[in-house]
Each structure stands twice: as structure tokens, then as C-alpha cells.
């Protein structure tokens, strides 16, 4: 499995800024679209944005013009630049990459695969 290890939440004031980090490790993988969803106590997870391997990026309504998402193939890492932050805005952030993996008999199989989130918190 394509391991996903998110870092860069926190607490922050309302208008800060926040930079979240997925960094993926494994071999055999060719990852297509990587992504961030976001989760509060009580609600469904929902999509923040993403980002394909050739750069196309869909972004939610509520973080269009505020939020960047950006990716470096050669690292496998997405990011995830969060500005002027609202207290809405608070929830766990969950990193999410999705390809094909490649076994050695030259089979291969879809995966999808979540890291374990983090935190970002901005009282209101």
C-alpha cells in the first residue's frame, strides 16, 4: 500500500495562513490524482481539492481564491497552502492519492490511499 504521512496543521488565528504537506513513499506506484479532503466531528468528509500528475487542479467552492494546491512529482508531494483562514475552515485534513500499481508478473491493480490526517484548527 502506498503509505501518505501528512504534517502542517495547527492552530491558527482567522486570516492566517497554513501549509499543509503529503509526502507518499512506496515503490511500483504511478500516482495519478493526489487530493486533500477535510472532515468535521458530526459531518461527511468532503473534497478541499486536487491536483492531477499533469497539473489540472479542482478546488471546493468555499476555498476557491484562498486555498493552492500544488504538487511535486519528483518528491510525490502534494501541497496544500491555506490562506486567510475562517473558522469554518476548522475540521482534520485528510491526504488522498489514487493510481496504479505495478507487481513484478507485469499485472497491475487501482489503488486508493488516505493518510491519517491532521488537525487544523481556527477558533472563532
Known amino acids: 500500500q502506498l503509505q501518505l504521512v501528512e504534517s502542517g496543521g495547527g492552530l491558527v488565528q482567522a486570516g492566517d495562513s497554513l501549509r499543509l504537506s503529503c509526502a507518499a513513499s512506496?515503490?511500483?506506484?504511478?500516482?495519478?490524482?493526489m487530493g486533500w479532503y477535510r472532515q468535521d466531528p458530526g459531518k461527511g468528509r468532503e473534497l478541499v481539492a486536487a491536483i492531477t500528475s499533469g497539473g489540472s487542479t479542482n478546488y471546493a467552492d468555499s476555498v476557491k481564491g484562498r486555498f493552492i494546491i500544488s504538487r511535486d512529482n519528483a518528491k510525490n508531494t502534494v501541497y496544500l497552502q491555506m490562506n486567510s483562514l475562517k473558522p469554518e475552515d476548522t475540521a482534520v485534513y485528510y491526504c488522498k492519492a489514487d493510481g496504479i500499481k505495478f507487481y513484478s508478473d507485469y499485472s497491475m491493480d487501482p489503488f486508493t490511499s488516505w493518510g491519517q490526517g491532521t488537525q487544523v484548527t481556527v477558533p472563532s
Open positions: 512506496g515503490s511500483d506506484f504511478n500516482i495519478n490524482a
